[in-house]
């Protein structure tokens, strides 16, 4: 390690001027792209190939719209215009863009109380409690719920938000292999036999977004109930998406709400939004208020974010927002077909609208993110260190919003590249 005249080490660790000059140089122009316009079904980006060795967001390079794979837009309500985009207008000019004080001071409008009642009877619970942050709805709201004593039980995908509440939390924690509840079972009897736990805690996510996978989550809550633990959901990708009623992964699994203890998720996905919330009986929001950190010390969410949000969730239960839970399924499950027939490597559940595709190397990666974009398609690649070094991939994201004409479009371009870049796994 480098260190200065007085012995101290770098403010910064030198892996990030390894990392940047050898690993993320090569696949750099993949990254950081500026948009210029709404994540809706297609979107403007600039494609970029600058030399530069960091990670500045250049604004040079040719717009190109695109149709667009890689946002997260499960149900179209990310639009410029429309019943959600005129609600967030309205409340800029009611309340300016924010209330200049948390939850807890002079931050709640009467939105936030609309959103949280709305968000409530939506998942079919008690109460919830709404934060401008999906990631610091994890990272703040579990040390506020568990400390000292507490086991937790996580499964090995937990997203990066609930590792770090988790380490927060000064919790002793336990990793599950994904989504093996037999697993999760022997690890949990186990720790009931150590009988020093003040509680156990299971940690799941509804959907996991990079692997498509859903949450055995009837399984779950069976052997949480049989063994009296507790249950937190992340619901970040499931919640609208999910379900008949896209009520999230309970809805899918024909499981009640009530039985899951915590349910967290966010606004980013679903509801064309930003911002999260936790939800569940009275005692347990009001102890999130009280203890978690979010609500006392950091700004409240936006009021044209809650409107907008408002607005989108009132939308899903609507015929016309059940159509488009309906719409989504229809496109996921066109889409993963055409996938396969073409010979990629996917994988997750049929129903799941976030759709991994293997590619294996960062080299491949960046190929199949630059030539799709050159063909008009906006995807998203994701190697290390959110997969391991060796498991990179697309992420393609549906959306109710695309159609069956832009769905065929991308996999014409996929099948363009798909020789060229080597991605076809397996035999057709
Ligand atoms: N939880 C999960 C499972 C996620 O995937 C994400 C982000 N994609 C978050 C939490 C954080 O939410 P946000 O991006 O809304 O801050």
């Not at 959103?115 to 999906?134: I, K, N, Q």
């Not at 040390?143 to 990066?160: K, R, T």
């Not at 077909?337 to 080299?363: A, C, I, K, N, W």
Request: overall charge positive; glycine content about 10%.
């Amino acid at each position: 390690t480098e260190r200065n005249r007085e012995g101290y080490a770098p403010l910064y660790n030198p892996f990030e001027q390894f990392y940047s000059r050898y690993v993320y140089r090569r696949v750099r122009h993949i990254f950081n792209r500026p948009i210029c316009s709404t994540p809706g079904a297609e979107v403007t980006l600039k494609e970029r190939y600058t030399d530069d060795y960091n990670w500045s967001f250049g604004f040079t390079g040719t717009e190109r719209r695109c149709i667009n794979l890689g946002s997260y837009n499960y149900l179209g309500f990310a639009a410029p215009e429309g019943a959600c985009a005129d609600a967030a207008a309205a409340a800029v000019r009611r309340y300016g863009l924010a209330h200049g004080s948390p939850r807890a001071e002079l931050g709640s409008s009467r939105l936030h109380r609309d959103l949280e009642r709305t968000t409530a009877d939506f998942l079919g619970v008690e109460s919830a409690v709404v934060f401008g942050m999906g990631f610091a709805t994890n990272a703040l709201g579990l040390p506020g719920l568990l400390g000292a004593g507490a086991l937790v039980l996580s499964d090995e995908n937990n997203h990066a938000s609930l590792i770090l509440g988790l380490r927060l939390a000064h919790v002793t924690v336990r990793v599950f292999r994904h989504n093996d509840v037999r697993h999760l079972e022997r690890l949990a009897r186990a720790a009931i036999a150590e009988a020093r736990w003040k509680k156990i805690v299971i940690v799941v996510e509804g959907v996991y977004s990079m692997e498509g996978s859903i949450v055995p989550l009837a399984a779950v809550v069976a052997l949480k109930k049989q063994l009296g633990l507790q249950l937190y959901l992340d619901e970040a990708h499931s919640v609208g998406a999910m379900g008949p009623r896209g009520r999230g992964v309970t809805d899918h699994c024909g499981v009640d709400p009530r039985d899951v203890d915590v349910l967290m998720g966010t606004f980013t996905k679903s509801f064309g939004a930003a911002g999260g919330y936790i939800a569940g009986s009275a005692e347990l929001v009001n102890c999130v208020r009280a203890q978690g950190h979010a609500h006392a010390y950091a700004h409240s969410m936006a009021p044209c974010v809650a409107a907008q949000v408002l607005a989108a969730m009132r939308a899903i239960t609507s015929p016309e927002g059940v159509a488009r839970v309906r719409r989504l399924r229809d496109n996921t499950h066109y889409f993963r077909q055409r996938l396969r027939d073409m010979g990629v490597l996917t994988f997750g559940h049929e129903d799941s609208p976030v759709v991994p595709m293997l590619v294996y190397t960062f080299s491949k990666m960046a190929a199949t993110v630059e030539r799709l974009t050159a063909r008009g398609v906006a995807t998203v690649g994701v190697g290390f260190p959110a997969t391991p070094l060796n498991k990179a991939r697309i992420r393609f994201c549906l959306s109710a919003a695309h159609t069956r004409e832009q769905l065929d479009e991308c996999l014409a371009a996929l099948e363009d590249i798909v020789d060229e870049v080597g991605l076809r796994y397996s035999r057709r």
